[in-house]
């Protein structure tokens, strides 16, 4: 056999503190589809950033078509022949398809003369040669997302790319638009391209690719042919970690019913038909793959998106917040996923963070009291330890775990009855995870109904009291908390177990 | 002390400026001429104030030089009607709050950009009126002029007026839970939403105030001459935001205090008569305007890479 196309050796990658890749193994044939599975955070994002050339390696080799490549740029990336096909297209989406393809394959002089028909004439080719019946005079603001996925892939073709990576391709497409996919694939694979296919779905893996490579904490665990292995060994190579990490014992004993959804539904975002109830004191998790509905979900709950399906009831009263302030007013508590940008104001002292939701509460008359919300700032940086100069230093200035305490006491302050806690330890290093968790115990102890949102599948499985699992914007499954990680995921893949157990 | 490091540098420049002028020219000193620049600036500094506010929730109006003069005009037309002056003030406030509140609608309504919506506005404000006016000036009764008092004792009352206002307001940017949530805003609208703050009515309220603002800095300049012109408030945008940003306003939001502002105003005012008694021609004190804004740009975008890395 030649050399393969792409080879990486015991790639490794850390951010800050937090080591998202360990040691990654990986080849790529000429005219093979080699597919890539891992959970989310699992290291194939960065795994792509680091073959297109966004990131550099802290260690490790990369070799193209047995080349060793010392450093890898974007540019450099291109140039040898690597492209990558992201689930968003990115396109300009004012420009017709024959500038946007002109765009990335003619050289970049200002002061050329631009060649229209031959510009068009490419286009052409391009797209009939994948099969897309698309016109290059069209703007690219006017097609289909599948049609902009193909647009792309046309863009690779006529950077002569031998390399081609499908991130999530088919994740928005309708069934008739992914065969369509599925066969501009293997006319890829045809041709003698070597396609790198990301994809969740095991199906499509078992009908499309030829190998398959699990990723599972930044580290590959294996390349199998699909011919040589079934779901469930897929699975278990996936999930088969030990728990590395001790999570505080549930100590709660569940009481009322302080949540109960039935039927929620919001077509704007995509969620439907869920129903699930939440006790005091219960830790309810929801589990599922990005994209799978639950940070949709917990804006519905929040006011930010409209209910228009079902209901919403807390404490036995129906309610259907319409707006943050209104289901702050409600008691109801929404700590965001993404806290640099909506969870702390960064600029802000941790003391204004710490008090902008209850204003109201705290600042009688819209006069502010600066020692009533210094003594309030104190208390929660010395009950969640947060570790900062003082109450005046900028939210900036905290590491991201204790810029995730001081987004989380500005919730507790409100002293709210139900908490939802949207991927609490993202990019949070492991003491402060750990306290993190500590936090969320005891606050569940302390009588408050908590929904944890988490794509860390051990997290999910060792801190939630029962496991909500969704896929496709409704509710799929309700497990126990402690279940087998394998039902977990095969769940949220939509398995429903079959197989699984083996 | 590090956080108003910004502010402490520009208030040091200007007390560089006033002590190279009591070296060199200490006639800048005398109290009459002092006390008419004082008041020229009056109405400045309060469209200033207002400014700092809709720059620091990371929004700006230049429509408030056709604002100030739909203002001046208007109210200078109902003194010439003979309403008497305690209703033409709340008059004038009243008209510049409405044309506040269409900006704000447009933009915190309809989500549209800020500096575009008062582009449109500054255009369509200053040619109604040049259409209606035909630039027409306007006789305003004798009882007008300084409010019918003797014009040292208008003039004092002007300046004190404007630092009244100048101090209520600082104050309550930092006492009242309002101006921290204009600072929220300014800093991140998404992340004050999700805590619980309208941004978008809180938006439509910081234009309706620029507008109430303009309209009383307008009445102030009114009373100042027994003339308005109609072209009165032509410039005055470029002149307060200039004053804001050097005074340390981010123009990016979220940053910032009246009293910088404050201090950028009088280091700009200050330029054109030092140069007087400096004996520097006259010529330079746009360009060297422009330099100080320039320089106080570029230390803010040093800075906020410094702040990114």
């Given at each position: 056999?030649?050399a ?7 790639l ?7 080591r998202?890749l360990r040691g990654v193994?990986?080849?790529l044939?000429a ?5 890539l599975l891992?959970e989310n955070?699992a290291?194939?994002?960065?795994l ?6 966004a ?5 490790g080799?990369?070799?193209i ?7 890898l740029?974007?540019?450099a990336s ?15 989406p004012?420009?017709?398809v024959?500038?946007n393809?002109?765009l990335?394959?003619e050289?970049s002089?200002?002061?050329r003369?631009i ?5 068009r004439?490419i ?12 016109s ?9 997302m599948?049609?902009?996925?193909l647009v792309?892939i046309?863009c ?6 031998r390399i081609v990576?499908m ?9 008739q638009?992914?065969h369509?996919?599925y066969d501009v ?17 095991l199906e499509?893996i ?9 990723l599972?904490?930044g580290e590959s665990?294996g390349?199998h042919?699909?011919s040589?292995?079934n779901?469930?060994q ?13 999570y505080?014992?549930?100590e ?5 019913v302080?949540?109960?959804l039935?039927g929620?539904?919001?077509a ?5 038909d869920v129903?699930?109830e ?6 309810f998790?929801?589990?599922g ?6 940070t949709?979900l917990a ?5 930010l ?8 009831q807390?404490?036995g009263?129906?309610i259907?917040?319409?707006?943050p302030?209104d ?5 109801i508590?929404?700590?965001?996923e993404?806290?640099r940008?909506h969870?702390?104001v960064?600029?802000l002292?941790i003391?204004?963070?710490?008090t902008m ?15 009533a919300?210094r003594?309030?700032a104190?208390?929660?940086i010395r009950a969640?330890?947060?570790?900062c100069?003082?109450?005046?230093a900028p939210?900036?200035s905290?590491?991201?775990g204790?810029q995730?305490?001081v ?6 302050a409100t002293k ?13 290093d ?6 993190i ?5 005891d606050?569940a102890?302390?009588?408050l ?7 860390d599948?051990?997290?999910i ?6 496991i909500?699992?969704m896929?496709g914007g409704?509710l799929?499954?309700i497990?126990p ?9 095969a769940?949220?893949l939509g398995?429903n177990?079959?197989g699984?157990?083996a | 002390?590090?956080h108003?490091f ?15 002028l009591a070296i060199?020219?200490?006639?800048f000193?005398?109290?009459q ?5 004082a008041?020229?600036?009056?109405p400045?500094?309060i469209?200033?104030?207002g400014m700092?506010?809709v720059?620091?929730a990371?929004q700006?109006d230049?429509?408030?030089g056709?604002q100030f ?7 200078a ?5 003979h ?6 003030l709340?008059?004038s ?5 409405v044309l506040?509140a269409?900006n704000?609608a447009l933009?915190?309504g309809?989500g549209?950009?800020?500096?575009v919506?008062?582009?449109?506005t ?7 009126l ?5 630039g027409?000036?306007v ?6 002029q300084?409010?019918g008092?003797?014009q040292?004792?208008g003039?004092?009352l002007?300046?004190?007026a404007?630092?009244?206002?100048l101090v209520a307001?600082g104050l309550?940017?930092?006492h009242?839970?309002?101006g921290?949530?204009v ?14 703050i ?12 620029m507008?109430?603002?303009t309209?009383l800095?307008a009445?102030?300049?009114i009373?100042?001459s027994?003339?308005?012109?109609p072209?009165?408030g032509v410039g005055?945008?470029?002149k307060?935001?200039?004053a804001?940003v ?5 123009i990016?939001?979220?940053r910032?205090n009246?009293w910088g502002a404050f201090?950028?105003?009088?280091l700009?005012?200050?330029?054109a008569?030092a140069?007087?008694?400096l004996?520097i021609?006259a ?7 422009g330099?100080?804004i320039?320089?106080a740009v ?10 990114d890395a």
């Open positions: 056999m030649s393969p196309l792409l080879e990486l050796r015991a490794a990658k850390s951010f800050g503190g937090a998202a193994d990986f080849d044939q005219g093979e589809v080699h597919a891992g955070g290291g194939k994002s960065t792509i950033k680091i073959v297109t050339g990131h550099q390696p802290d260690s080799t990369i070799a078509a047995g080349q060793v490549v010392e450093q740029s974007p540019a291109h140039e040898l022949g690597i492209a990558c096909i992201y689930q968003q297209p990115a396109l300009f004012e420009l017709t024959a500038e393809i002109a990335r394959l050289p002089a200002a002061l003369r060649d229209w028909r031959t510009r004439n286009a052409g080719r391009l797209l009939a040669q994948i099969g897309a019946e698309i290059p005079e069209t703007a690219v603001r006017k097609l289909s599948p049609e902009q996925q792309e046309a690779a073709l006529g950077a002569g790319a990576i991130d999530e391709p088919t994740a928005s497409l309708t069934q638009e992914q369509l996919l694939v293997r006319d890829l694979r045809a041709s003698g391209v070597g396609v790198i296919y990301i994809s969740h779905r499509e078992f009908s499309l690719a030829d190998r398959v490579t699990v599972r904490d665990v390349t042919r699909v040589d292995i779901e469930a897929l699975i278990q190579m996936m999930v088969g970690r030990e728990m590395t990490h001790i505080p014992p549930s709660a004993a569940p009481g009322a302080a949540l109960a039935r929620v539904g919001c704007e975002s995509g969620v439907r129903s699930f939440v006790r005091t004191g219960e830790i998790g929801l589990a793959l990005v994209g799978a509905g639950r949709e804006r519905v709950l929040f006011g998106t409209p209910l228009d399906a079902g209901e919403i807390l404490d009263k129906k259907a917040p319409s707006s302030a289901a702050v007013a409600h008691g508590a929404y700590v965001p993404d806290r940008h969870g702390v960064l600029e002292p003391a204004h963070n710490m939701a209850i204003h109201r509460r705290i600042f009688s008359g819209a006069w502010l009291r600066f020692g919300e003594a309030l104190l208390d929660f969640l330890a947060v570790k100069r003082g109450p005046e939210a900036a905290l590491s991201g204790n995730q305490k987004s989380l006491a500005r919730w507790l709210p009855r139900l908490l939802i806690l949207d991927e609490p330890t993202q990019g949070v492991v003491g402060a995870k750990s306290e968790h500590r936090i969320i115990r606050l102890k302390d009588g109904a908590v929904i944890l949102i988490s794509s599948l051990p997290e499985i060792g801190m939630s009291d029962r909500g699992v896929r409704t799929t499954a497990l908390g402690n279940s087998d990680p394998h039902a977990v995921i769940a949220a398995q177990g079959r699984a157990a | 002390m590090r108003y910004r502010e402490l540098s520009v208030a040091a420049v200007l007390l560089v400026l006033l002590a190279a060199f020219a200490p006639a000193y005398q109290p001429p002092l006390l008419s620049l008041t020229r600036e009056a400045t500094l469209v200033a104030c700092a506010l720059i620091i990371r700006i230049i429509s408030v056709s003069s739909v203002c001046s005009v208007s109210a037309l109902l003194a010439a009607m309403w008497p002056l305690a209703l033409v709340p008059a406030v009243a008209i510049g709050a506040g269409i704000g933009i915190a309809l549209l950009p800020s500096i919506v008062t582009l449109a500054m255009v369509t404000l200053r040619q109604g040049n259409m209606l006016r035909q027409e000036w006789s305003l009764p004798d009882n007008v300084w409010f008092l003797s040292t004792v003039q004092w002007l300046v004190a404007a630092l009244a206002l307001l309550a940017m930092r009242l839970a309002g921290r949530f600072y929220a805003v300014g800093s991140d609208a998404e992340a004050a939403r999700l805590a619980g309208r941004p978008r009515l809180g938006t439509f309220f910081i234009f309706v105030f507008g109430a603002l309209g800095a009445m102030m300049n009373i100042q027994p003339q308005v012109q072209l009165s005055l945008e470029l307060v935001i200039a804001v050097v005074g340390g306003v981010a990016s939001g979220g910032g009246l201090a950028g105003l009088l700009l005012a200050c330029i008569p140069l007087t008694h004996r021609e010529y330079w004190e746009k360009a060297i305007q330099a100080i320039l320089l570029v230390a803010d975008g040093l800075r906020s890479r410094k702040g």
